[in-house]
C-alpha cells in the first residue's frame, strides 16, 4: 500500500528531531519534499524521513552541517540521474502487458516487452518504475481477492527468473563486497535482488544466500568473503523480531544493515541506525557513498552503516 503522509509532530518523533530543526533544515538546505493538505498543512513521505536519517548519520560521521546535507542530495539525486525514469506512456503499457500475460500464465509477451525496455531504459529504471510496482500491485489485488495465489507465485517466479539473470556475474568483480541475504522465515526476495543489481552497477561484488537464511549462515559467508556488509531483508513487520538477538549479535562484529517493508515498523534504536532507504537503488546509492566515505578511516567489517 502507498507510504502514508506524516504532519511534522509524527516526523520529529519517527527521526528524534525536533519540528524546529526538521524546519530549519527544510529551509536552509531543501532537505525535504513535503506536499500540503488541503488545510494547508505540510506532509512528509517516506523519502523525508529517508534523508533525515541519512543527515543524522553524516553528522555523526563529524562532516560539517552544509556538506552533509549535500551529500544527502548527492545520493538521493545520483539513483535517478543513473536512472532516469520511465516516461509514464512506456510505464502503463508495460504494466498491463504484465498483469495481462503473467496472470494469464503466459510469459512471452512479458518477457518481450521488458526486453524491449532494457534495450531503450537503464536496468535499474525498469526495476524502480515497472517490476517493483507491479509486484506491489499484485500483492495489493491479490490481498484483496482480485488475484489468485497462483497467479502471484507464476508472475513471482518468472520475474525473479528474469532478475537473476541479469545478475550473473555479480560477485566477480568490485573493490567493495557484499552479503544479502533475507532473513530467517522470509521468502521474499525480489527487492532484494533489485537491490543487489543496484549494488553491482555501483562496483560491489555480491554474494546472494537468498530466501530464508540462517543468521549463522550469513555470517560464515560473511567471514569467507571479508565481506564490507551484511544486508538483511524482511517484508514482513515480526521478521526481525523473531530473530533481534541474533542480528545483534552478528551486528557486534560485522557491518550490519537492513532493509525491506518489514523494517519500517520497528522501534528498537540499534536496528533504526542500521536501516537501509525504501528505494532500493537509493540505498544501493547511499550504502555506496558510506563507504566512500568510511574507507580510509576504518577497516571492511568494522564501518557502521548509514540510516535510511
Known sequence: MPDPLLRIGELARRTDLSPDLIRAWERRYDLLRPTRSDGGFRLYSADDISRLRLMQRYLALGIPTAQAAGLVHRVQTAAFDANPGVPPGDIRTALRVLRESLENFDDA??????????????PG?????????YLRELGERWECGEATIAQEHFASSFLEGWMLTMARGWSRSGPYRAVLACAPGERHVLGLIAFGLALRDLGWRVTYLGAD???????YAADAVTAHVVVLSAALPGTFAAVSDEIRALARTHAVAVGGPGVAGNRSDWLASRTLPADPLVAAHALTAHEHTMSQSSGPQRSPVPAS
Open 213 to 219: 537464511a540462517p543468521v549463522r549462515a550469513v555470517e
Open 125 to 133: 529504471a525498469v526495476l524502480r518504475d515497472i517490476i517493483l510496482p
Open 109 to 122: 509477451p512479458a518477457d518481450r516487452t521488458l526486453e524491449r525496455l532494457l534495450g531503450v531504459f537503464a
